[in-house]
């Protein structure tokens, strides 16, 4: 089984000078939880709503907390996504994710065009488990 066979097509993506908050508004709004990062149309990294969370937002909002983590949010999503994301093609074979994902300990790899890096789709553990269900 390819890659292609159980990928989500199409990825919602943020460009990497995009405010964090634009990240975090995209996650919540097609309630997923990885997000190709681009440049252009290159992939350029990854966010997770892990990132967005290990962020430490101030936890005392009286004093001063809701302006800094406004000011937070507002910083470019390069400032906190992963730079070097494991990426994959339409024709790696779904063993080669599966020892990526359990290696690297990730929810999600971005499948792009081998030539221009354009993320064609995002694979994650849950598409594995959706395919091994549907053929069991």
Do not use: K
Request: hydrophobic content about 45%; charged content about 25%.
């Amino acid at each position: 089984m390819l890659v292609r066979d159980v990928m989500t097509s199409d990825p919602v993506t943020v460009q990497a000078t995009d405010p964090i908050s634009a990240a975090l508004d995209a996650l919540f709004e097609a309630d997923i939880r990885h997000l190709p990062v681009v440049r252009g149309e290159a992939l350029v990294g990854m966010i997770s709503d892990r990132d967005v969370r290990d962020l430490g937002f101030p936890i005392d909002w009286e004093n001063d907390g809701a302006e800094a983590a406004l000011q937070q949010l507002a910083n470019p999503i390069a400032s906190v996504m992963n730079s070097e994301p494991i990426r994959v093609d339409e024709e790696t074979e779904i063993a080669d994710v599966i020892d990526l994902i359990i290696t690297h300990r990730i929810g999600a790899i971005p499948v792009v065009d081998p030539d221009t890096l354009h993320p064609v789709g995002i694979v994650s553990y849950v598409d594995i488990l959706r395919a091994v269900r549907d053929n069991v």
